[in-house]
């Protein structure tokens, strides 16, 4: 709808708070597997990169730990150390360890190559990083070592844990670009959906308007509306305060329980819900 907006009214620009280096050719590229629950139940090992699925996929987090309760099933972690409510090894939380896991000098290499249908996990911030396709490219080449060498009868693959349901929608349009410092400078209103502003493209802003990068920026009767289900006031102030934005208004949603419609789910499937809980005051669906 967005997208459709921006179209028809060529004065809407449509941005997105961080770039993401994403293929959105393959659905593959960005989701989970649909089949991912069945591949786990005949798998015995499962390599997570850089993700929490406890905090970030409640649902992924529950799978693996049904699995591991049957027994005879190892969680290997590269990233965080992190309590995932069960058992897991962590090797390291430097990327290198790819590397040698490719190169074939890593100690657990054996325990892929011995191990049947493993699987690996990753998240889709690593789409964020600026050497994102170098990453990318890293794992495309350990799921192609993993198919020629280890004892899996499936199609081995990278699946890709989304945090947030608005990232699987939004990750269809590629050509999404990513707000500037000139979209703040010459818009006469900037309108923030669903927007954390802690992200670090976002962050970066304010701490460069507190660096007097911005000093000659001047504008009036500018406005700020943020659409969301939180309200922070400190981080508002500070872009009102930063980039003289002289309004603000403030669109309430209803949260998740609050909502009835459709989304698309992180394995790619359309999932419709049905409102429980009645929303309070003005909030309304976005």
């Not at 708070?17 to 069945?38: A, C, F, K």
């Not at 789409?127 to 020629?148: C, H, P, W």
């Not at 670009?177 to 000139?182: E, Q």
């Not at 949260?255 to 394995?267: D, L, N, R």
Request: charge should be positive; glycine fraction near 4%.
């Amino acid at each position: 709808m967005l997208n459709t907006l921006t179209r028809k009214y060529s004065f809407f620009k449509l941005r997105q708070p961080e770039p993401q280096n994403i293929d959105v050719d393959l659905d593959r590229n960005y989701l989970l597997n649909v089949n991912l629950n069945d591949e786990i139940l005949t798998s015995d090992t499962c390599l997570l990169i850089g993700i929490n699925p406890r905090y970030e996929g409640s649902k992924l987090n529950l799978m693996l730990r049904s699995r591991y309760l049957k027994g005879n099933f190892k969680v290997i972690q590269v990233g965080s150390l992190i309590d995932l409510t069960f058992s897991s090894t962590n090797i390291t939380s430097n990327t290198k360890v790819l590397k040698s896991l490719i190169e074939g000098n890593n100690l657990f290499c054996q325990e892929l190559v011995n191990s049947s249908n493993p699987i690996m996990i990753s998240n889709i911030n690593i789409f964020k990083r600026k050497d994102s396709f170098e990453v990318a490219k890293m794992l495309r080449s350990v799921t192609q070592y993993i198919k020629l060498f280890s004892q899996s009868k499936n199609q081995n693959k990278i699946n890709i844990l989304n945090p947030s349901l608005g990232n699987v929608g939004f990750a269809n349009f590629g050509n999404l670009k990513t707000i500037t410092d000139t979209d703040l400078k010459n818009s006469i209103g900037i309108y923030f959906i669903n927007n954390s502003f802690l992200t670090s493209n976002v962050k970066k802003f304010l701490n460069l308007k507190l660096l007097n990068i911005f000093q000659n920026f001047k504008g009036n009767n500018r406005m700020l509306v943020t659409q969301n289900s939180t309200l922070d006031t400190k981080l508002i102030a500070q872009l009102k305060n930063g980039f003289n934005l002289n309004n603000h208004l403030h669109l309430p949603n209803t949260v998740f329980f609050e909502t009835s419609g459709t989304y698309i789910s992180t394995e790619g499937v359309v999932n419709r819900i049905t409102k429980i809980v009645k929303p309070l005051g003005q909030t309304k669906n976005d």
